[in-house]
């Protein structure tokens, strides 16, 4: 296993389009969790599942992002009618959780970076 | 949430030990510290979590005050290498948390 691969690593699309963003987490873990992060911040929740449910978005989460994980293996994040606001590093990561707990961290991508021009 | 406060920036000696503080203050009796850093261009990297105990593994040790109000992350031999963002995140299940905007160490020869 070669930890959490996210595809692309770079995406520019034209303001308006639907952009897709797969990420494929470490085989054996549950939880699976998407953010954003921006130039000179730090990453910020947007939506994460544990196996294939969805338990919980952020508001950061407009109707126009939506996050599925099919069979609780890889995720797909979608961003339709893109919007020169969402530019930034879209990042994935995993773990293996059980309730409240998480054992020995998180495993992140590299992350896919989106310039919406 | 729990919310944790960091120093923007510090600067470390190559070679010397790197102590980077983070206050959590709010954090509730069962809720981890969780430590990262992410080197430009990368995603965030685990470092080390604690509980009440202090914590070292081959990469850091972690020393969290008796009220666990604040933790200090250390790294006992800095390099260039280690030049980054560290994150301090509070809560039992970080994933759901806002990482905040971290200490940027900048390790110097």
Known sequence: ?117 | DAKTTQPTSMDCAEGRAANLPCNHSTISGNEYVYWYRQIHSQGPQYIIHGLKNNETNEMASLIITEDRKSSTLILPHATLRDTAVYYCIGPGDAGKSTFGDGTTLTVKP
């Open chain 1, 1 to 117: 296993d070669t930890g959490v691969s996210q595809n692309p690593r770079h995406k520019i699309t034209k303001r308006g389009q639907n952009v897709t963003f797969r990420c494929d987490p470490i085989s054996e873990h549950n939880r699976l969790y998407w953010y954003r992060q921006t130039l000179g911040q730090g990453p910020e929740f947007l939506t994460y599942f544990q196996n294939e449910a969805q338990l919980e978005k952020s508001r950061l989460l407009s109707d126009r992002f939506s996050a599925e994980r099919p069979k609780g293996s890889f995720s797909t994040l979608e961003i339709q009618r893109t919007e020169q606001g969402d530019s930034a590093m879209y990042l994935c990561a995993s773990s293996l959780g059980n309730g409240g707990r998480v054992y020995y961290g998180y495993t992140f991508g590299s992350g896919t970076r989106l310039t919406v021009v």
